[in-house]
């Protein structure tokens, strides 16, 4: 079983920057792909970006290109969302999430494991 941690949510106002951290309870961490998503209120969950495992590779929404950076350091076995440019409507919670197989390339579903979230509110 992977335990996945969140942190670094909290509430900023429209523009500004926030850096997510998922803390992953393995000694094989490489073996993972890992994601980011997001769930508004009333909203289902949404895919917001996936890194492969070795970090060479990623993917983004369209809503969060160019705005977003999702990166990984395997010697702490984390992965991070750096989210600039923030707006209202990137309020959600987010969750990370660990993928098991198919990890050469960035996925935007079927993953094994997931954090309990983390609140993030931009402020307009």
């Known amino acids: 079983q992977v335990q996945l941690v969140e942190s670094g949510g909290g509430l900023v106002q429209a523009g500004g920057s926030l850096r997510l951290s998922c803390a992953t309870s393995?000694?094989?961490?490489?073996?993972?792909?890992m994601g980011w998503f997001c769930q508004a209120p009333g909203k289902e969950r949404e895919f917001v970006a996936a890194?492969?495992?070795?970090?060479?590779?990623?993917d983004y929404a369209d809503s969060v290109k160019g705005r977003f950076s999702i990166f990984r350091d395997n010697t702490k076995s984390t992965t991070y969302l750096q989210m600039n440019s923030l707006k209202p409507e990137d309020t959600a919670v987010y969750y990370c999430?660990?993928?098991?197989?198919?990890?050469?390339?960035?996925?935007?579903?079927?993953?094994?494991?997931w954090g309990q979230g983390t609140q993030v509110t931009v402020s307009s």
């Open positions: 890194v492969s495992w070795s970090g060479e590779m990623t």
């Open positions: 999430a660990a993928r098991s197989w198919g990890t050469d390339i960035p996925a935007r579903s079927h993953y094994d494991y």
């Open positions: 393995t000694r094989t961490f490489r073996r993972y792909a």
